[in-house]
């Protein structure tokens, strides 16, 4: 059964600092991609960032570019995501995704397996 766990979610004040983790099992993802996404209450699950399995090429949505870093370790099936100058709007539950192929993809239906989610919440 494959399993994605997500860690590292909270509370942070805005400017703040948090770092996200999943674990996955069941199955190895280093040649496929892995990423982020997140969903605000009352939004649509969007996508965050998200790296080939080479990776080589990290991609990001524009709202988070600049502040957030995504990275993987594939000997170790995990990917990690580093978000730094937070802000309120950044508040959400955030998913971590794998998909099949070694795409990259924005589009959430192109991941095969979620994680259950953790929660981001950023004070003003």
């Known amino acids: 059964q494959v399993q994605l766990v997500e860690s590292g979610g909270g509370l942070v004040q805005a400017g703040g600092s948090l770092r996200l983790s999943c674990a996955s099992s069941?199955?190895?993802?280093?040649?496929?991609?892995m990423g982020w996404f997140r969903q605000a209450p009352g939004k649509e699950r969007e996508f965050v960032a998200a790296m080939t399995w080479s990776a080589g090429t990290a991609y990001y949505a524009d709202s988070v570019k600049g502040r957030f870093t995504i990275s993987r370790d594939n000997a170790e099936n995990s990917v990690s995501l580093q978000m730094n100058s937070l802000k309120p709007e950044d508040t959400a539950v955030y998913y971590c995704?794998?998909?099949?192929?070694?795409?990259?993809?924005?589009?959430?239906?192109?991941?095969?397996?979620w994680g259950q989610g953790t929660q981001v919440t950023v004070s003003a």
């Open positions: 995704v794998a998909a099949t192929r070694p795409v990259v993809s924005r589009r959430p239906n192109d991941y095969n397996y």
């Open positions: 069941g199955r190895t993802f280093s040649r496929s991609a």
